[in-house]
């Protein structure tokens, strides 16, 4: 299978098109009487260098496509792109939302209300594909986070448009790629937060690394089977199962500190209760004090970066959880993939 080509290496010419450009846009929002804005905007600041590549060539208008949250294919205001479209609009000095009874117009700047609004997205729909593409020249995936799913706007675009991958795209399968193939030993991943799916990665982390880490609730939807595989260390929960407990905290920073690369995806409790962030507050300072390579990827994870102010503590940082675990084990993702 052929990869979409790398937005860098394009010979398209770009001026005057209508650019398709779906980014990662799933962030935390704050509402202060009844007035949204964004709170973490890390995910969003990684689509700007494909933005100003595609201005300094001169496109007519960008299209962002993006989605908050998981709707259902209903219109649920409370995950409306609303707080996106301002940050956008504060960034590019205009962005116009579009919701679904309007069409694109000649601004330079808009985006599709979200996406999972529409059945037709999650549910990959080409005829939801084919509107998306309409009246557009070309299609950009700069969405690594949500890439390993099969979805519209990230599959079905390429169907009917010429397709690129994004700049903060080749970033992430360069520097993953890099660390996949040569990483410096030991390696040690920690793997924490609440989706079961989480532990379909096991099999693979336990073989290419030296230890796993395993936290959150993984540790109680794990199949007891799995407690056998090599190089898996799992916390033993708190008296609440909201938290690791202390001695799983201790064994965690003694991993850490003899790491040499660190991979970190997803909270080891609660850490949105003040009770029950101990565990993550405590792996998180450890892994950023550790003299290693460190890479940290996921929302949740990148929410805990800021709280603790530990952004440039790690050489990395993921803008995808479950997309970066798939890529470290697949090396390629749906979206990533040429339609055969």
């Known amino acids: 299978m052929k990869n979409l080509p790398f937005l860098s290496e394009s010979d398209f010419d770009w001026q005057g098109k209508t650019v398709l450009l779906r980014f990662d846009s799933d962030v935390p929002v704050n509402s202060h009487g009844g007035h949204e804005k964004v709170s973490e905007d890390y995910r ?106 099969y979805q519209a706007s990230i599959v079905g675009l390429p169907r009917f448009l010429p397709a690129f991958l994004g700049l903060r795209f080749e970033t992430e399968v360069k520097t993953l790629l890099w660390q996949r193939r040569q990483p410096q030993r030991p390696l040690v ?65 003694a991993e850490l500190n003899s790491a040499a690369t660190i991979f970190w995806a997803g909270p080891l409790g609660i850490y949105e209760e003040k009770a029950n962030r101990q565990g993550t507050w405590a792996v998180a300072r450890a892994i950023a004090k550790a003299n290693a390579f460190k890479v940290a990827g996921g929302g949740d994870t990148q929410r805990v970066l800021s709280q603790l102010k530990l952004w440039r503590d790690f050489n990395f940082v993921s803008v995808g959880g479950g997309a970066m675990l798939q890529f470290l084990r697949d090396k390629t993702l749906p979206g990533m993939e040429l339609p055969a």
């Open 189 to 253: 991943f920690v793997l924490g937060g609440s989706k079961p799916g989480k532990l379909d990665y096991l099999p693979f982390l336990t073989k290419w690394t030296d230890r796993v880490l395993l936290g959150g609730r993984l540790p109680e939807l794990m199949k007891p089977t799995m407690r056998n595989l090599p190089n898996l260390i799992v916390a033993q929960l708190a008296a609440s199962s909201r938290d690791i407990n202390a001695a799983s905290i201790n064994r965690f920073r």
């Open 44 to 149: 969003l600041r990684m689509v700007l260098p494909t933005v100003h590549f595609l201005q300094r060539r001169q496109v007519g208008r960008i299209i962002f496509l993006g989605h908050r949250g998981r709707p259902q294919g209903k219109n649920v205001p409370a995950l409306s792109l609303r707080p996106v479209a301002a940050w956008l609009k504060n960034q590019l000095g205009s962005c116009r939302l579009i919701n679904w009874r309007q069409k694109i117009n000649g601004d330079p700047y808009q985006l599709w209300e979200n996406l999972r609004f529409q059945e037709g997205e999650t549910a990959n729909s080409q005829r939801f594909a084919r509107r998306l593409a309409q009246g557009t020249d070309v299609f950009i995936n700069d969405a690594f986070a949500v890439s390993h799913r």
